[in-house]
């Protein structure tokens, strides 16, 4: 019994011997650490500095390009325990960008490390359209694509069953008005029936939506429109 009691103070000092008080310090070591690869607008971010080893007690601290970092309602929140200190931020805004360090200290020294957060623009999110209902042959048609959400620049294109469409004289005309765009259909014909998907990209992402045209009407043999 005494044998086994004895083994078992030696593991639990192997494992515990990194965060205990002793006469003899061991400065801290940080566990190296960063920040997820895509950061967007009004997401959060957490990162956690881990202690990898060191005597306590240990004290933390947060930097942000080497200026302390404090507790700030919803916005920055630290979570401390002995052995680590997280910091959390949300949402996140563009002026969280920047260099984030962690420092540990204790009696016999001190550690850090820094990661860099960037912040990338948010997806655009494309609003829901539709062509207008009761469209006939011959006449003229447009469809207007707008954005409920997106970081600019951003750049729009359509397609039409999946082929790109462009701006033709006398018959298409794709106009992108600030951040929106839309699309005009002339001298509509059969041939235009089809569906139609507006596409938004920026540097965080994209979105797309389709929206079916649907013409009445027909063509006689003579080449004129009747309804």
């Known amino acids: ?45 957490r990162l956690t500095c881990v202690l990898l080893r060191g005597t306590l007690p240990v004290r933390f601290t947060w930097k942000k390009n080497g200026k302390d970092i404090n507790s700030s309602g919803k916005i920055l929140q630290l ?18 960008t920047g260099n984030y360090t962690c420092v540990a200290r204790n009696a016999a020294g ?14 655009p999110k494309i609003q829901p359209f539709t062509f207008p209902m009761q469209v006939e ?46 699309l005009e259909i002339q001298r509509l014909g059969s041939s235009d029936i089809g569906n139609y998907t507006c596409i938004a990209r920026n540097s965080a992402g994209e979105d797309a939506y389709t929206s079916s045209l649907v013409v009445e009407g027909k063509v006689s043999e003579e080449g004129a429109v009747s309804i």
């Open 1 to 45: 019994m005494a044998s086994l009691l004895s083994a078992t103070c030696i593991v639990f000092y192997i494992y515990c011997a990194s965060f205990v008080t002793s006469s003899v310090s061991d400065p801290p070591m940080i566990q190296p650490f960063n920040f997820p690869p895509n950061v967007h607008l009004g997401s959060q971010a």
């Open 137 to 182: 042959l011959g006449t003229q048609t447009s469809v207007y694509c707008g954005l409920s959400k997106g970081t600019r620049p951003i750049e729009f294109s359509w397609k039409k069953n999946e082929r790109t469409l462009k701006s033709v004289d006398g018959k298409i005309h794709i106009l992108t008005p600030g951040g929106s765009t839309v």
């Open 79 to 96: 979570i401390k325990h002995e052995t680590f200190l997280m910091l959390e931020i949300k949402p996140v805004t563009s002026d969280h």
């Open 110 to 123: 001190e550690d850090s490390y820094t990661a860099l957060l960037v912040v990338k623009g948010e997806p």
